[in-house]
């Protein structure tokens, strides 16, 4: 039977109206919401870390200016995406034990080690290119502080893929040497990259509720092939082959056809049997500890100003 | 919330031409001052010109969704706490 | 909301919003560079080499907090100091190779690196300028506080004079930075106020970082007059603070460098090296 409030709740999501903190909204909204923008700020959080892997070894100066400010700049989007979250009743400090428990994951993509300096311009091109594919319509999903968080984080993206890709294309002009280091890292980024959108859309069991609720916009192949579509004409004028023997263009549906990754190596990693898996939670949780006495120390010095305020 | 955590701060800026104030986010810090510090370094990337207000989420009060609804709009409930929830029988009717 | 124009208005135009204490391009474009009459170009190059050492060595130890901070508002803040000094070092590389251009490593014939990564990439050890302060390895985060209070006081103060330099290049890098360096010492005095009032644990963990690193805080005072009023600063710091001035001497050896440099160096220039015709 529906409730008055259920009814109030349906109604704004039917009118694409935003749901706000106060809103009455149902347990299952609450529990989908906490759920995918932990994930997501989670990931910002532990996507630093391929990343970051190589601004003590960027080649130049000017990009080592570029990658630190754009890794900075997730530690922002993963704080964005935390204050979201908690307008829904639950705290950073919580959400993170939730991550180093294991109990909340983050992207699979993050697992895969970064092993070469084009690898900062790959992820920069097809990951954060995957992502703002995600993301965009991100913007207009019905829960408002999600949405809003969503807006100032796509303004920073963009600059984000452009960095990736006019390394790679600088590369390119560079010697043999660098052209091998591109086209090897698009090789091994290629496939875990179109595993960012999630399994298909027949295994994929909550997307059809999250879609119902406005939470989702578009469906995991809605987007992976949006993305396969814009990326093709990009990688054509890079001048790298994407290392899919069955993808070209298909007249007919006016968009390419492509391979499928495989998903059993995505269950695996979500599973947390990647490459990184271990890695990347114990650099956190390790992270995480060492500020402990820190945070401590600020709280115990505040509490002793008040006391001296009052 | 737990013990560790700081406190949550809501963060306003007004830009160098901006007339006013405008909520951009929140953030976290163990006092006043060191919010605004945080503000500075999260929100305006070390704008210069640009003015910062931070205020503590729980000293915030909020208007409840439905002003026309008593039942939902106990005074002075605060913005950022964990929102609370009426267990409200079927036929009671909506207003 | 149209999905589409969120994405595509931002792909073109302003991108000020994107300056994080730095031009990403040549950091000295549209400058003029001429040394001024009266000004000794090789003491011009000498000085901005060793600001702009200290700056990127520092700027390396801070970048390496990246993703280790206690909260992330201090990821955030730590980042944006390391950003501000390697802002500070591009622009001071780029002005004492402008000035002297017999200072830069000889790269074979048609390697596009420019000046500044020259400078940083392809100099030993043994051939940077910067002060021992700058390159010792991160400790924990009391350590960080410490090494950024005692070192922007007295850049500072450096900064300051350098702001009547009579290279105006020099004098507008100095102008910039001070605005910078007062942000810091800010940001360091008060965590190092927090640290010292905090809990027992963070109060003997700063006073340990003091201990290891005032014996490296004489070398950080080329002359003499900056000692003064660099001195007024940190007292009050320390008075607040409710902390003893250390009676630790200097560490001997000042002007050379410990094991720690060639190790750091090792791992920063390695892909720049592997590359000297690369293009990034």
Request: proline content about 6%.
């Amino acid at each position: 039977m529906t409730t008055p409030l259920q009814a109030g709740f349906d109604a704004t999501i039917a009118r694409h109206d935003r749901i706000e903190p106060r809103d009455w909204m149902p347990d299952g909204y609450r529990r989908t919401l906490i759920r995918q923008i932990a994930q997501h700020a989670h990931s910002e959080i532990i996507g630093m870390q391929p990343e970051g892997n190589w601004i003590s070894r960027a080649p130049s100066l000017r990009r080592k200016a570029i990658l630190l400010a754009k890794v900075q700049d997730e530690a922002g989007h993963g704080l964005y995406l935390y204050s979201a979250c908690e307008t829904l009743g639950i705290s950073r400090d919580e959400l993170v034990e939730l991550l180093l428990a294991g109990k909340q994951k983050y992207s699979s993509i993050f697992n895969y080690p970064t092993l070469s300096y084009a690898d900062v311009g790959t992820i920069g091109w097809l990951v954060d290119g995957a992502a703002i594919c995600n993301q965009v319509p991100l913007c207009r999903t019905s829960y408002g502080p999600y949405g809003r968080s969503m807006i100032r984080i796509c303004k920073e993206e963009p600059f984000h893929q452009r960095q990736g890709y006019e390394l790679l294309m600088t590369m390119m002009r560079g010697t043999g040497e660098q052209r091998a280091m591109v086209q090897e890292s698009v090789d091994r980024f290629w496939w875990p990259s179109l595993m960012m959108f999630g399994p298909p859309d027949d295994k994929s069991p909550n997307s059809e509720q999250s879609m119902a609720w406005g939470i989702k916009r578009n469906s995991n192949d809605e987007l992976r092939q949006k993305f396969v579509d814009m990326t093709v004409p990009q990688a054509d004028a890079l001048g790298i082959t994407l290392p899919d023997p069955e993808l070209r263009w298909n007249a007919e549906r006016g968009h390419h056809d492509f391979g499928q990754p495989d998903w059993a190596e995505l269950t695996a990693v979500i599973k947390g049997n990647g490459p990184c898996n271990t890695q990347r939670l114990a650099h956190r949780r390790a992270a995480h500890e060492d500020g402990a006495w820190v945070r401590e120390a600020a709280t115990a010095f505040a509490a002793r100003q008040a006391e001296v305020a009052r | 919330m737990s013990r560790r955590d700081w406190p949550l701060y809501e963060v306003f800026i007004r830009g160098k031409r901006g007339l006013n104030h405008v909520h951009v986010g929140s953030l976290h810090a163990p006092d006043d001052a060191f919010a605004v510090a945080h503000a500075r370094d999260v929100y305006t990337r070390r704008n210069e010109g640009v003015s910062i207000w931070v205020v503590r989420a729980d000293a915030i009060t909020a208007s409840s969704p439905d002003e026309k609804d008593p039942l939902f709009a106990p005074n002075g409930d605060k913005v950022y706490r964990h929102p609370t929830f009426y267990e409200i029988p079927d036929n009671v009717p909506h207003m | 909301m149209n999905d589409d124009s969120v994405y595509d208005g931002l792909l073109g135009g302003d991108s000020s919003q994107w300056a994080f204490g730095t031009d990403f391009e040549d950091p000295l474009a549209g400058v003029d560079t001429t040394v001024p009459d009266g000004v000794h170009a090789a003491e011009l190059a000498g000085l901005c080499l060793r600001l702009g050492d200290d700056a990127l060595v520092l700027s390396q130890r801070l970048a390496e907090w990246c993703s280790r901070a206690p909260e992330l508002e201090e990821d955030i803040a730590l980042a944006n100091f390391a950003l501000d000094l390697l802002g500070q070092a591009r622009l001071l590389l780029a002005r004492a190779a402008a000035a002297d251009p017999s200072i830069v490593p000889v790269l074979p014939e048609g390697s596009p690196v420019p000046a500044e990564d020259a400078l940083a990439f392809f100099r030993e050890a043994g051939q940077f300028r910067n002060v021992r302060m700058a390159e010792v390895p991160n400790g924990d985060f009391a350590h960080v506080v410490v090494r950024l209070l005692l070192f922007s006081l007295v850049r500072l103060a450096t900064l300051e004079r350098l702001t009547g330099s009579p290279d105006a290049v020099l004098a507008a890098i100095a102008a910039k930075g001070v605005k910078e360096l007062t942000y810091h010492r800010d940001w360091a005095g008060r965590w190092f106020v927090t640290c010292a009032q905090g809990t027992d644990e963070s109060r003997r963990r700063l006073l340990t970082a003091l201990d290891q690193l005032w014996p490296l805080y004489d070398e950080l005072f080329t002359t003499d007059d900056l000692r003064a009023g660099t001195d007024v600063v940190l007292d009050q710091v320390l008075a607040v603070a409710g902390v003893p001035r250390p009676q630790l001497a200097p560490l001997g050896g000042a002007g050379t460098h410990t094991e720690a440099l060639s190790l750091m160096l090792a791992e920063m220039q390695v892909v720049a090296r592997a590359h000297p015709m690369g293009r990034w």
